[in-house]
């Protein structure tokens, strides 16, 4: 997936609330494309999910994996989006359902980040260290942790 993409895909959802996360989250943070990436992590509100996927149907998108409540995928045959339905709290947190709870989403963590010079909702350095903990790191996870502790300074377990 390029930033062309990205860019094309957070077009389409403007006016929906919508944060990248995962690598593409990262890249935005860092400013810059560090590496390939297989698919675009969004976090988008749960009650906007309707129109979030009337607009990308119309872009090309089919579900192609349910795991909700907890995240589900949409893909155009060559690109794939991995949605997570977050429900947000009057302080302007929010909670993803999780297989054993929720995942916390502090108010502050929802920021912003460039891909190709656009500026684009993303979430937090620390939210994105948070993310990276409790599984087996992959060879991009690693990089990725590098990455934030080279450009931001910050303490990550791998």
């Given at each position: 997936?390029?930033?062309?993409?990205v860019?094309?895909?957070?077009?389409?959802?403007?006016?929906?609330?919508?944060?990248?996360?995962?690598?593409?989250?990262?890249?935005?943070?860092?400013?810059?494309?560090?590496?390939?990436?297989?698919?675009?992590?969004?976090?988008h509100?749960?009650?906007?999910?309707?129109?979030?996927?009337?607009?990308?149907?119309?872009?090309?998108?089919?579900?192609?994996?349910?795991?909700?409540?907890?995240?589900?995928?949409?893909?155009?045959?060559t690109?794939?989006?991995?949605?997570?339905?977050l429900?947000?709290?009057?302080?302007?947190?929010?909670?993803?359902?999780?297989?054993?709870?929720?995942?916390?989403?502090p108010?502050?963590?929802?920021?912003?980040?460039?891909?190709?010079?656009?500026?684009?909702?993303?979430?937090?350095?620390?939210?994105q260290?948070?993310?990276?903990?409790?599984?087996?790191?992959?060879?991009?996870?690693?990089?990725?942790?590098?990455?934030?502790?080279?450009?931001f300074?910050?303490?990550?377990?791998?």
């Amino acid at each position: 997936m390029d930033a062309r993409t990205v860019l094309r895909v957070l077009a389409a959802l403007a006016g929906a609330e919508v944060w990248l996360a995962g690598g593409w989250g990262i890249d935005a943070l860092l400013g810059r494309q560090t590496r390939e990436h297989r698919d675009l992590d969004l976090l988008h509100r749960l009650e906007q999910e309707s129109d979030v996927l009337m607009r990308l149907d119309a872009l090309g998108y089919r579900e192609t994996l349910d795991l909700r409540p907890v995240r589900f995928v949409v893909s155009d045959g060559t690109t794939e989006l991995d949605l997570h339905p977050l429900v947000f709290a009057e302080d302007g947190s929010a909670v993803q359902a999780a297989p054993e709870g929720t995942f916390p989403y502090p108010a502050d963590c929802f920021v912003h980040g460039h891909v190709d010079g656009v500026e684009v909702p993303c979430v937090s350095v620390a939210q994105q260290v948070f993310f990276h903990q409790g599984y087996p790191p992959q060879p991009h996870d690693l990089a990725d942790m590098r990455h934030l502790r080279e450009a931001f300074g910050v303490h990550t377990h791998f």
